[in-house]
């Protein structure tokens, strides 16, 4: 069962968002991971990117951080785009690092009850199984006529 939020409610979260850490973000331009976070970067936001099979390297101006422990400055939001049954432990260690995490997203695909459950119990707003960049682009009027517009441009025009 998939749970439905209302356009103001992630139009406030999408609002008051500043830092967002991504977790299971991939170096590989053209996954998922990788154009939604790059879209948050230029649409204004900190992008910090997790992945621990990429420490140290740089992406969108970040160094890349094995775990959201690595992380020293606040995050409002983490970003998981890794597989439901991951989600717990990502969650728990959210909520012990970040003491003023304002937001939970869980990509598209991605939903876990429970750790929703833990994660709105200490006042944290969750999403899931939707994304940001698309949500960013349809409630703040991004979405072109065909679909999604993720900045690539056909060379069959």
Known sequence: MSESYTDAHLREVLSRTRRIAVVGVSMNEVRPSFYVARYLGLKG????PVNPGHVGKTLFGQTVRASLSDIEE????????????????????????????QTIWM?????????????????VDVIMNRCPKIEYQR?????RMGGFNTGVISSKL
């Open 107 to 123: 990509q598209i695909g991605v939903e876990n009850p429970e750790a929703a459950a833990k994660a709105r119990a200490r006042g």
């Open 139 to 143: 409630l703040f009027g991004e979405l």
């Open 74 to 101: 606040p995050v409002d939001m983490v970003d998981i785009f890794r597989r439901s049954e991951a989600v717990p432990p990502i969650v728990d260690e959210a909520l012990e690092v970040f003491p003023d995490l």
């Open 45 to 48: 936001y900190t992008v910090i």
